[in-house]
Every structure is written in C-alpha cells, then in structure tokens.
C-alpha cells in the first residue's frame, strides 16, 4: 500500500493565513505545510482540502483514479473546488465498514473529539490508522496487532499515541507520522528532535511512502539528563519526552513542606499539567527504582535529591564534612550513578544547572554548587541524551 501525503499541516496549513508569530515567519520554503490529505494508491484520499489536484500532480500523482472521498474532520472544512471527475465528499459512519473495488477496506473509528478516525487495510494486509487533528480513539482499543503506520497529531494529542501504545496497536516497528502540523510547533531539526522523542517523524508535503516498507524508526533515548536554570522550562520539556507514553512513574524528590502554601501550590500545578494516566511517587531514594523492571521514570530533580543526601551526610557542618561526610555523599553519589548505568528502565531526570551566576556568599551555597555540578557531571556521562533548556529554548548537548 502506497500513501502519499499531499498535505501535513493543521486545517490553516502552515503558515497561517496573515498570522505574525514566529513559527509562520520561519515556515517557509521546505517547511511550508498545507493542510493534511493523504492519498492512498491513487484510488482513496482522505479529506479534500484546498488546491488537492495540484498538491497529487507536483508529487507525480493523479486523482483522476480516484474511487472514494472520505471527510475526517469535524465538519466539511474551508470551501474548496471540487475536482472535475472526483467523486462527493463522504463520511462513515463510526464503526461501519467501506470496502473498495480494488479490494482495500476502510473502517470508521469513534474519536473522543468531533471528527471521525479511519482504519485503511490495503489487499495486502497493510493497515493504517489516519485520525484528524485533536483527536484520539474513544473508549479502549481493541487491536490484535500493531498498525504497520500512525498517521495522527503526535504533537497537539500525544496522549493518543500513549493510548494505542498502551493497547498495543502501536509497537517498535510501527512508523509513526506527525500530520495537522501547527504554528505552536517548532520547525526544522527542533521539530525532528521533539517528534523523535515520542518515536514519531515528519515528512515534507507531497512525500510518497510504502506503508510496511522498513523504515529506521527514531531510537528512544534509554536515558536523558535535562538540564536548565529556574523557570527555564526543564520540567516541561522533561515531561513532554514523556507524554506520548503510558504508565510514567514521576518520582518527585521534592518531598512535603508542610504550611508552605507557596510550594503546596508549585506542586499542584505540576501535578495538574501531567497526564492523568502516570503516577506519582515522592521519594530520594532513587537506587531501588532504577534497579526494579517497570515503566519509564521522570526524576524531578537531582539537585532536590542532593539536598536531601547532603542533609544525611550533615554536610552543612564544616567538621562534620571534613570529618567523613564529603566521603559518605561521594559514596551516595557513585550508588546513584551506578544504578543509572545498569538500569532497564527508561529515565528522564531534571536537574538545576548551576555555577554561571554569582558565587554563593556561604561555604555551604559554596559546597553545594560545587556537589551539584560533579553529580551532574557524573549523571550526564551515564545518559544518551543530554539537553539544556535556557529561557525555555532546548539546546542538545549529547544525542
């Protein structure tokens, strides 16, 4: 089964019509999107949007064998020209079944927004999964296989791709396309690197694939290290590597600060901005769940956790820290460390990067920064992936 993508960007297209923002200024050229279609074999496409005719001839396809026209969007989309030929603009109805001449079939998948989902089989066997922008299944998904191809909005509902992992109809080997592209999304090897996180990829307008073809599918990182200073965006960032995963464990080494309203309330709004299938667990002693089997970790934050390992050590009293309590915080370290190295789980850990402002007034500010720079030395030898997020831009420093 052959897809040709004629289209990849949100309703709008990319740029938007007269929008002044940033992401439209630098969508031009290869970056340029229009709104998503997708013809399949020549003889299905899925939704008609405007200039559809032209988008097939500049990829060096016709629509003229065109047998069925199915809508996924809400509702009928911007007024367009109708091809001559082309046969009316349909929708199934959710859960029936459209089967084809040549012999492909198409079923109507219910969606938790407005809009329908469509499940292509080619005669082959081949199956893809195209599903509209904002959008996941509804209720739960009954799949006995994975999807050879994901066709879905990855970047504005990662937590559909979570879904069908969780279900099991995507797998390793599914390839999985970010389509209804938008401007809130960055552009260029930025755009590359996000969907990569998340197992997915993007490919330009007019792009032709063969669904069940080996394609390199992006590696997930084993391990990754966000670094960034206060209010930098590293823990959105961290999570967002994470969102499109079901059954994320946070471990938040925060711990609890009882009548302190202000961080009660950090804590709330941390815990309302992550999806709603992880858990959370609030705990600094990270060795046993890098070393369990499990879901993926996201440790907020290291530099929490060396606080709490430098209260242990009582490294805050001079003689007690050259009496033997650097020693016993190295040694709390190197166990960290180790557990990192040997560990199956996937981990996303959040740690402050310091020692580029002001050098601290205390010997104790002083032995901190200093500690938290040789962890985070340490933690970011054992990682894959190492970034540093400044004013809430993310810079890739190893991967």
């Not at 938007?16 to 969508?27: H, K, L, Q, T």
């Not at 999807?147 to 969780?166: E, I, N, S, T």
């Not at 797998?171 to 260029?188: E, F, K, R, Y």
């Not at 930098?232 to 961290?238: H, L, N, R, T």
Request: hydrophobic share 45%.
């Amino acid at each position: 089964m052959e897809l040709t993508l004629l289209g990849t960007g949100a309703p709008a297209g990319l740029p938007r019509p007269d929008c002044p923002c940033a992401s439209c200024a630098g969508a031009l050229g290869p970056y340029a999107r229009s709104a998503a279609a997708v013809l399949v074999d020549g003889v299905l496409l899925l939704d008609l949007t405007p200039g559809a005719a032209f988008a097939a001839a500049r990829a060096g396809h016709s629509l003229a064998g065109v047998q069925q026209v199915l809508l996924s969007h809400p509702h009928d989309g911007p007024a367009v020209e109708h091809p001559a030929g082309l046969p009316r603009a349909a929708r199934v109805p959710d859960g029936s079944e459209l089967a084809l001449l040549d012999g492909h079939r198409v079923r109507a998948v219910a969606l938790d927004a407005p809009g329908t989902g469509y499940e292509v089989t080619g005669p082959g066997g081949e199956s893809v999964l195209y599903l509209p922008p904002g959008a996941a299944p509804a209720g739960e998904v009954a799949r006995p296989e994975p999807y050879d191809m994901v066709l879905a909005d990855v970047l504005g509902r990662p937590d559909a791709l979570a879904k069908l992992r969780a279900a099991g109809a995507v797998a390793a080997t599914t390839d999985v396309l970010a389509v209804h592209i938008d401007h809130d999304a960055p552009s260029g090897p930025e755009l590359d690197r996000r969907l990569a996180a998340a197992g997915a990829r993007a490919v330009r307008d007019g792009t032709t694939l063969v669904v069940g073809e080996y394609h390199a599918v992006p590696d997930l990182p084993r391990r990754t290290l966000v670094l960034g200073g206060a209010r930098s965006g590293k823990s959105v960032e961290a999570e967002r590597r994470l969102e499109s995963f079901p059954e994320v464990l946070y471990v938040a080494t925060g711990g609890v600060r009882d009548g302190d309203a202000e961080w009660a309330d950090r804590i709330r709004l941390h815990r309302e901005r992550r999806p709603g299938s992880w858990r959370t667990t609030e705990t600094c002693d990270l060795v046993p769940l890098l070393e369990e089997e499990g879901p993926p970790l996201l440790i907020d934050c290291l530099s929490l956790w060396l606080t709490d390992a430098m209260d242990k050590v009582e490294a805050w009293d001079d003689a007690k820290w050259a009496a033997g309590g650097d020693r016993a915080l190295r040694e709390q370290v190197a166990q960290l460390v180790c557990a990192v190295r040997q560990s199956r789980r996937t981990v996303v850990a959040v740690s402050n990067e310091v020692g580029s402002g002001v050098v601290p007034a205390t010997a104790s500010g002083r032995r901190f920064r200093d500690e938290l720079g040789r962890l985070n030395a340490a933690f970011a030898s054992e990682c894959e992936h190492v970034l540093l997020v400044v004013a809430g831009q993310v810079l890739v420093l190893r991967g």
